[in-house]
């Protein structure tokens, strides 16, 4: 039994090697970047407009409003980011629906690379928002002696965001071909509807934690969230 | 009892209860928050988008330490360095 896409090999040089969740990974960014290519090449401003674009705007609507309700400021500097960090981890699991796929955020690799990814742009955007001192000067918030905690809790943060995602990708996969084994068809089928509701939660989970760390790094550890508009009356 | 033998019993047995273990504390801290959110969305139904988002994010932080046990025991099932050591070593006698 394989425990992640990378033990399926396709071609192999030396050692270089091509393995399931390069293929993948590729197959996904190739649909992402042709689709949105293709679907943005005539853009409307008019009441009259395609309905791939509408579905775009949808999306990136509903994004940027999520995250403004999560506190972050600013929207349109972080949406790059963490719109393809929702918009790759939801499509990896989504395609679960194809025979003879396997997601690749089920291998380690791609999970720590998604991870590594958030733990240089969290320091960035802080120093970019409040200046190397002002954020280096937040890791000394509330007193000194945390300095060393806020340090771990960097680090464990990454480490949980990949562990988590792999976790419950391969942990989808998983089940599933240990039911095909034992069980009529009916089961793994209802087993593999939970894997995508999961992996659309993972998929939001993450970017929505990513989010909240940049928010974090941003406004300073010791700032008090902003009342949301909607509990007002 | 050959060392073989003891690296099967401890992976299988360490692999079982970890999982088995593990998830006791998960579950009953979900269905706290789960609990919790629910009488909340009761007597709030206006706040219903933040309290679903808030209750979401935290249950997978808390669902994260079911998956470090799972991510445990698979390694002991599937990719036990132990075992392969001593496979290795079986093999090449």
Redesign the interface.
Known sequence: MRLSPDDLIFWQYGFLKLNGTIVSTWGLMFVLAIGSKLITRKLSNGPHRSRWQNLLEIIVTSIEKQIEDVGLRHPQKYIGFLGTLFLFVALASLFTILPGYEPPTGSLSTTAALALCVLVVVPFSGIKEQGLGGYLKSYLEPTVIMLPFNIISELSRTLALAVRLFGNMMSGTMILAILLTVTPFIFPIVMSALGLLTGMVQAYIFSILATVYIAAATRGRTATPEPTDELSV | MDSMTLIAIASIVTAGLTIALGSIGPALGEGRAVATALSSLAQQP??A??IT?TL??GL?MI??VA??C??IS?ILI??NPFWNHVIALAAGK
Request: glycine fraction near 0%.
């Open positions: 206006d706040a988008s933040t988002r979401f994010v997978a669902e994260s998956i470090y799972f991510v698979m599937f990719a």
